[in-house]
């Protein structure tokens, strides 16, 4: 039973942190160290159980957009195979030009994931005091963000340097600690959308590239997982409950950003980002 609970916990963190812009890696690296489930000697284990329990946000965006995503893909591959033919007329289609600004804001995190690929998977990239530095300075630039944004342009009026800007942003969530959704609605906030605006594009952003990434993080793990430290059973139970809870973010943070600014999450950023320093000073815990 209690195998269970830690499974639930484990969903509902990683459900809750992946889409709000608060970090998923910081939340989940505290909870498995405070829980003693990461095994110093054997980090893989923890990776590879991470890399199920993401599946189930990776589905919660699917289901939640998946009249977008096969509206976007039927315009995208429509427009791509007339540009085939020859047909290079102006892309009119909201949805085919959607396509194509998520295809330009992908290619600056697959470019540096696979550039610093062996960074990003090394043991500094885990060190809680880079955690908590990217937990600060991305709560600074975001609220940088609120001051100088217009907020005023809707889904209809983004533009191909704002999936390049945006696509940018996003790279910075390769350091641990930024958070995806973190670094992008910043991204889209510099440049002047409003905030559920920024989300929303900040989620159909990351699909190709969580999508890739968690696949061929699985791929890797996948021996490790019969040595999850909470078992197999535990681990769809972990999942199931973070595609659940990841279905309620969604919904939460895109309402809640169409009335209020993300005040609230720089505030946790920052004062999550402090305990982690204090923690690791008093060695309460360790990196």
């Known amino acids: 039973m209690q195998g269970l609970i830690t499974a639930v916990i484990l969903g509902i963190i990683q459900g809750l942190t992946e889409f709000l812009p608060i970090s998923s890696t910081a939340h989940l690296t505290l909870a498995g160290k405070f829980m003693g489930l990461i095994d110093p000697l054997h980090p893989e284990h923890w990776t590879a159980t991470i890399a199920v329990i993401q599946l189930g946000t990776l ?3 699917f289901v939640y957009f998946v009249k977008d995503i096969i509206e976007i893909l039927k315009s995208f591959f429509l427009d791509f195979f007339m540009r085939m033919k020859g047909n ?3 892309i009119t289609d909201l949805n085919a030009k959607m396509g194509w600004m998520i295809v330009v804001g992908t290619l600056p995190v697959a470019i540096l994931g696979l550039a610093f690929r062996k960074v990003i998977e090394g043991t500094l990239t885990k060190n809680l005091y880079v955690i908590a530095g990217s937990m600060i300075t991305l709560a600074v630039i975001l609220w940088l963000a609120e001051i100088v944004g217009k907020r005023t342009k809707e889904m209809q009026q983004l533009g191909f340097l704002d999936a390049i800007v945006i696509g940018i942003a996003q790279s910075f969530a390769l350091i641990p600690g930024a958070s995806r959704s973190g670094s992008t609605i910043t991204g889209g906030l510099f440049m002047g959308l409003k ?5 929303k ?8 590239a969580v999508l890739a990434s968690g696949l061929l993080e699985l791929k890797e793990s996948v021996k490790e997982i019969p040595d999850s430290p909470i078992g197999t059973v535990q681990l769809i139970v972990a999942t199931i409950s973070a595609a659940i809870v990841g279905y309620l973010s969604i919904w939460f943070l895109l309402a809640y950003l169409k009335k209020h600014s993300t005040g609230i999450f720089i505030g946790y950023r920052i004062f ?3 305990l982690i320093i204090i923690l690791l000073s008093a060695k309460i815990i360790t990196t």
């Open 201 to 208: 594009f900040s989620f159909l952003l990351s699909l190709p």
């Open 195 to 199: 905030r559920e605006t920024a989300a």
């Open 272 to 274: 999550l980002g402090l």
């Open 59 to 61: 589905i919660a965006v």
């Open 88 to 90: 290079h007329a102006g």
